[in-house]
């Protein structure tokens, strides 16, 4: 992936692409014109660390780190080799996995098996009517899984759900249970304009955007973006920046409040704060554009949750 361009990408250690270099981070030297001698030492210790394999993996997932951005190919070739912890399910067409590095409560990806068509840029492969409409279908039903796992994980904790549950759990329970909250409204799904993984793939995954693996300015801009692109955009026009996507806008905005945030730790405590409200809430207020203080306050959230550490899908 160029330095120059945006991305998701898990596979670099730099910052976001959405932010131009700074020049006082330098060194004088540089500044100046002037160029620093190399160090063996600094120069050994300063090379990038081998990524290790993915904690509490199993071993034919961690086996697919070692491909690097080809590693999504191994889940379309031998979707069967892989535990039910990773592979959800697969057909002819498509695989769905979990992803690895997930960036929300519950994330999902949707691979095309076509070889055909796999190792195209997405902007490229849906361009084909026929094709698009087959992942459209797939969308659709991946969709309802998320949205229905995102019911078994915080379903108890929604006002809207209170009913259903107790009809669901009572001796003798209705023929039709009460609707509950629509957690289907609550799921986003697209692709990345740069794709960070050499193979076709749709992500799936709830809007929360609380996850360990949410680490950088990049992985947040992808989702909440116009980097991130729905199925129902495409085809793209010929003319559509989103065809060969430049640079992430700079500010990070919570995708519930609209706040600005700075850093991607302000940004974290900001989300896990929201996500309390979110899992709880009936209707979400129209969003007000304003910057966060430095020092953010319990109150723009209201109390804190009474129930305990918040949940997180284990692939």
């Known amino acids: 992936m160029s330095p120059n361009l945006a991305s998701a990408d898990d596979f670099e250690d730099g910052s976001s692409t959405a932010m131009p270099v700074n020049n006082s981070s330098l060194s004088k030297d540089s500044q100046s014109g002037g160029v620093e001698k190399p160090n063996a030492f600094t120069e050994l210790m300063s090379r990038k660390k081998v990524t ?59 691979l095309p098996r076509d070889p055909k068509r796999n190792y195209l840029r997405p902007q490229e492969a849906f361009d084909d009517a026929e094709f698009l409409e087959d992942c459209r279908k797939e ?21 809207q759900d209170k009913a259903r549950i107790t009809a669901m759990e009572s001796e ?34 709830s809007k929360d955007m609380v996850s360990e693996p949410m680490k950088k ?31 992430f806008p700079e500010d990070m ?3 519930r409040c609209d706040r600005t945030v700075q850093d991607m730790p302000k940004l974290k405590e900001h989300l ?18 304003t910057e966060l203080s430095e020092t953010v306050s319990d109150d723009c959230w209201g109390s804190k949750s009474k129930d305990g550490p918040m949940l997180r899908l284990d692939g």
């Not at 991946?142 to 929604?158: N, P």
């Open 172 to 205: 003798d329970p209705p023929e039709k249970l009460p609707s509950g909250r629509d957690w289907s409204k609550d799921v986003i799904s697209g692709i990345h304009a740069n794709p960070s993984m050499n193979h076709l793939h749709i992500h799936v995954l």
């Open 217 to 247: 300015r990049n992985h947040y801009l992808s989702f909440t973006t116009d980097f991130f692109v729905g199925l129902e955009h495409f085809p793209l026009s010929a003319e559509d920046h989103r065809r060969h996507y430049r640079h």
């Open 139 to 159: 969308e659709v039903k991946v969709r309802q899984i998320v949205a229905e796992e995102l019911r078994r994980k915080f379903g108890h904790y929604s006002q």
């Open 52 to 110: 290790s394999p993915v904690r509490n993996a199993d071993r034919p997932t961690q086996r697919t780190t070692n491909f690097g951005r080809d590693g999504l190919g191994a889940y379309t070739a031998d979707p069967q080799s892989f535990p039910p912890s990773r592979v959800v399910y697969h057909n002819e067409k498509f695989v769905v996995i979990n992803d690895l590095y997930p960036k929300a409560t519950v994330h999902l990806l949707i």
């Open 272 to 289: 896990a704060k929201e996500l309390e409200q979110w899992k709880t809430e009936i209707d979400v207020p129209a969003p007000e554009h």
């Open 253 to 255: 905005r919570c995708w």
